[in-house]
Nanobody
Framework: QVELVESGGGLVQPGGSLRLSCAVS????????MGWFRQAPGKEREFVAG????????RHADSVKGRFTISRDNAKNTLYLQMNSLKPEDTARYYC????????????????????WGQGTQVTVSS
């Protein structure tokens, strides 16, 4: 079992930055792959970024490539999403997700691939 707790969301002006954190607790083998997803009102949950906890494999959605960066801190058992150059269309609730399986790059984008989810943190980009 894995518990995921997101933090770091808030209100930011267009062009601003935020860093989301996801504190991970539970069995280490249950978080071999992790991801960030987001969901805006009336829209489906959308993949943002993913990574393999061990190794260097990462994936970012085209809509955030060059602006967002996913990373993790092994010592702190924390997943991060650094978000720069934020746009109003980035407004959504952001969720952290985990699975014990080592996902390949092409599978990271599917929400059904993940077994554990956090409660989410709201990001609002507005002037």
């Amino acid at each position: 079992q894995v518990e995921l707790v997101e933090s770091g969301g808030g209100l930011v002006q267009p062009g601003g930055s935020l860093r989301l954190s996801c504190a991970v607790s539970g069995r280490a083998g249950s978080r071999n792959s992790m991801g960030w997803f987001r969901q805006a009102p009336g829209k489906e949950r959308e993949f943002v970024a993913g990574l393999r906890w061990s190794g260097s494999t990462t994936r970012h959605a085209d809509s955030v490539k060059g602006r967002f960066t996913i990373s993790r801190d092994n010592a702190k058992n924390t997943l991060y999403l650094q978000m720069n150059s934020l746009k109003p269309e980035d407004t959504a609730r952001y969720y952290c997700a985990a699975t014990g399986r080592g996902l390949i790059w092409s599978s990271m984008g599917g929400p059904d691939e993940y077994d554990y989810w956090g409660q989410g943190t709201q990001v609002t980009v507005s002037s």
